[in-house]
T-cell receptor, first 113, second 112 residues
Framework: KAGVTQTPRYLIKTRGQQVTLSCSPISGHRSVSWYQQTPGQGLQFLFEYFSETQRNKGNFPGRFSGRQFSNSRSEMNVSTLELGDSALYLC????????????FGPGTRLTVL | DQQVKQNSPSLSVQEGRISILNCDYTNSMFDYFLWYKKYPAEGPTFLISISSIKDKNEDGRFTVFLNKSAKHLSLHIVPSQPGDSAVYFCAARRSGNTPLVFGKGTRLSVIA
């Protein structure tokens, strides 16, 4: 069974631009969660999607948004990028609820210049 | 307000000795706890978990202990191996469709 895949793996953008990251969950997994990892801050929860509906949302500004498609693939979008958005963005999938065992992808390393 | 705290950013242990990673939490509603391991350039991988109805769970070289009254859990790795060098994240959840809450991680270095 293929694992969670994320594209692209690396991305460089400039301030003010927007970016879209993609995540394909493990086949059969319906829940997709997104996390931001920055040095010293651990994994901070962005949002969770289940069956195309946002089920949970973390404490991030509205510039961060996401969606999930009928095949469970998910995208997250960050608009008006700021330097502080530079981070590793991780996607995780699970069979049902997001608080079950989650399987993580390798992440997308976003650098904002 | 950080609900899951890993107060040691790093830990260095000699190969063959015991590694003890600690985690404290503040939310008494948490009822399930997990440890994840992360290597550079990879996503975190699930290691071991424990339910609040237990105080110990063991899986091979890895044992997690839970002290509910102290709101503290620890991960023991015995014996430590160089391949265990990674960042370890503690995570907690409460029942219902609520997301996992992660600590900031502890970087473990096992020295040969």
């Amino acid at each position: 069974k293929a694992g969670v895949t994320q594209t692209p793996r690396y991305l460089i953008k400039t301030r003010g631009q927007q970016v879209t990251l993609s995540c394909s969950p493990i086949s059969g997994h319906r829940s997709v969660s997104w996390y931001q990892q920055t040095p010293g801050q651990g994994l901070q929860f962005l949002f969770e999607y289940f069956s195309e509906t946002q089920r949970n949302k973390g404490n991030f500004p509205g510039r961060f948004s996401g969606r999930q498609f009928s095949n469970s693939r998910s995208e997250m979008n960050v608009s008006t990028l700021e330097l502080g958005d530079s981070a590793l963005y991780l996607c995780a999938s699970s069979v049902g609820a997001a608080n079950n065992e989650q399987f993580f992808g390798p992440g997308t390393r976003l650098t904002v210049l | 307000d950080q609900q899951v705290k890993q107060n040691s950013p790093s830990l260095s242990v000699q190969e063959g000795r015991i590694s003890i990673l600690n985690c404290d939490y503040t939310n008494s509603m948490f009822d399930y706890f997990l440890w994840y391991k992360k290597y550079p350039a990879e996503g975190p991988t699930f290691l071991i978990s424990i339910s609040s109805i237990k105080d110990k769970n063991e899986d091979g070289r890895f044992t997690v202990f839970l002290n509910k009254s102290a709101k503290h859990l620890s991960l023991h790795i015995v014996p430590s191996q160089p391949g265990d060098s990674a960042v370890y994240f503690c995570a907690a959840r409460r029942s219902g469709n609520t997301p996992l809450v992660f600590g900031k991680g502890t970087r473990l270095s096992v020295i040969a």
